[in-house]
């Protein structure tokens, strides 16, 4: 069957959601975060795209482009390999990072673009990993009109600076591409540490790479200890058929 064709946008502006492969962590200390923004601003100029507004999260991330020449479809074959390249090298893994194919949607007016762009900067609060937008680090709220990555003529061609950050600071039940793990939650750096005392590990690729009854009884302690079985297979990366069978062990 053939691929289906992106919806274009008029304004040649895409929302753009990119997550780890089985639900998996795709950032794991703030190195990586860094690295990501990194290639965004190699590829920034190369690849002839404007960034309007941005939000890494643990296990996914939000972007919203200008696009120029260069399909979107091209664009991600430069940035995501070479984040992967990175991230596998680091952590002595081998194989796919991201869920593939990332997802798109067109955005048509400006109203819609300033809802996008609140609703990706919110993603930390709806999270529950914050309360404010400005307190999330990998975000292109804090210092918007500053941040050297962000074009934001754009915005501020039909919205002053005041407007803007008003708006995105207000509460509201916003909608935009939801990835299903983006609810309330518990503390997810809570968690990751219940996750690497029981276990002895550091990162997800030690995990996933313990041996079977090791991993199994990490599972089966992690849950005792109160991380569900759907949250420790975005954690880690491992299928919940098999976490669930260590768990009902």
């Known amino acids: 069957m053939a691929t289906p064709k992106r919806k274009i946008s008029p304004l040649d502006i895409y929302h753009i959601t990119i997550r780890g492969i089985n639900k998996q962590d795709i950032f794991e200390d703030a190195a990586d975060f860094e690295k990501f923004l990194e290639i965004l601003r190699k590829y920034e100029s190369i690849c002839d795209f ?118 995105n600071c207000t509460p509201n039940n916003d909608h935009c591409m939801d990835i299903d793990d983006e609810r309330p939650r518990l503390n997810d750096e809570k968690a990751k540490e219940i996750m690497y005392n029981i276990s002895g590990c550091h990162n997800v690729t030690q995990f996933q790479a313990l041996e079977k009854d090791k991993r199994d009884r990490a599972l089966r302690e992690m849950w005792k200890a109160g991380i569900s079985m759907s949250r420790a297979n975005r954690m880690t990366g491992i299928s919940y058929g098999v976490i669930r069978k260590a768990v009902k062990f």
């Open 50 to 167: 404007k960034l309007l507004s941005y939000c890494l999260m643990t296990n996914h991330l939000h972007l919203v482009l200008k696009v120029g020449e260069m399909p979107l479809g091209r664009i991600f074959q430069h940035i995501s390999p070479s984040y992967v390249y990175y991230y596998n090298q680091k952590y002595s893994r081998v194989g796919s990072l991201f869920q593939s194919p990332f997802k798109s949607r067109p955005i048509n007016n400006e109203n819609q673009l300033l809802t996008v762009i609140r609703y990706v900067h919110q993603n930390p609060v709806k999270a529950g990993i914050c309360k404010k937008p400005k307190e999330y680090k990998y975000s292109s709220f804090r210092n918007y009109y500053a941040n050297e990555l962000i074009d934001a003529s754009f915005v501020q061609s039909f919205v002053s600076r005041k407007d803007f950050i008003s708006f």
